[in-house]
């Protein structure tokens, strides 16, 4: 279907048009598209755009991230679908480390999202010389603790000896799991309300594509201040204040969107 | 997928597995997953439950069914996917007719929803008795004016000529456009801001399976009333009034739920 540029909701069309030929692939599961309608809920409710709530929490993230000394990113199908270039950009601009986790690992989707990477012809050559590492499929063989399901396979190069992991569009309790190993977990996450948004250090509610140029951005900024610097912005965070604003926010709109 | 009766969230996961049965079988489009999900967000935000707020709109529905000279049950693939015995049980009361509807119209899913409710030898005694008539895909030769996609075809003896239209899970302009004809539009609708929701004569915002029992309840009860009583019934309710306190009981919520 071509959708006309100029349409209102041309990114949101766009987005479900990724999420359904993913589908037609196999990188995800059925369950990835209700997942997807559910975030869309939220992202209409929040209004489609970046609010400066989640603006703060960007910048938080990307400060952690410059301060990290081990970080990854951890991707599932619906995040390699929506966003496949802008997690490998993101990725350059720290270690180049990026994990698959599933919600529903099996083989074959491991091997299409791989063969999905692979087959940008930029990201392949990125790959080969090492600039960008794809983990978690042949090397998953260590074990979050607490964690029964088959996504507490992760690679030892990868989330088990991670400082930070970036989760973007994930809920269950694989977050909780990570924070008691000691971990800091940064999540995008459009339900304020999610366990995964709950338990982060850092929650960037906001929709993916939307946000990771910006994370991206601030990471690249930021490496030009002190440490000390970086960790005030840290320190000024607060997750549970950004996630009642955000909550708030939502309220608002509500109640403007009845009015008119 | 055995999900056990005590998970706390057994009818939202069974529901879930309905749909993708669908989708597998032909009956849904891809965007029906989608569509699902956002109203999944819906229902999470409500609470899961029949609201009072809910329960007026469905008591006023009913009433409204009961007075109807010639009332249609319109069904699209969500609508036959989640709640198909119930959709006939509730025609049965009424004059037995059922339109199908749908957003993207293709002979091959008109067909496969005709199969679906023909499958089950109950119902298909009832189509073969006359009790109950699936209207739509073979008679769909009239036009709802100003309204141009394949969703505007219907037949005479159904929508076309209906007083009351039931319209469940359906987002669109299709609503205004049989509004405008002079038709009563009753649709069950978890988005409250909808342009379905806005445009109803009374707006239903509840779960399909969890209201459709309740609707049934009170259109066999309400037989016994006599019309001045319906009446009064149907003029003391106001939709728009009703849609804000939804709105206010999800405002809530999100404060309740942030807190815990």
Redesign the interface.
Known sequence: MDIPKSHPRYKSLLN?EK??EA?DRGILA??G??????????D?LIGERTTDIALRAIKTAAAILVLAENPVISVNGNTVALAREEIVKLAEELNGKIEVNLFYRSEERLRKIKEFFEENPVIREKIKSGRIKILGIEDANKQIPNLESARGRVSQEGIYSADVILVPLEDGDRTEALVKMGKKVISIDL???SRTAQQSTVTIVDELTRCLPLLRKYVRDYKNLDREELQRIVKEFDNKEN??NM?NH??NR??N??ST
């Open positions: 479900r999420i359904v589908l059925k369950a598209l209700i997942a997807h309608g559910r975030g869309e809920t939220f209409y339900n304020p309300l996630l009642k909550l939502i309220c509500l109640k969107l009845q």
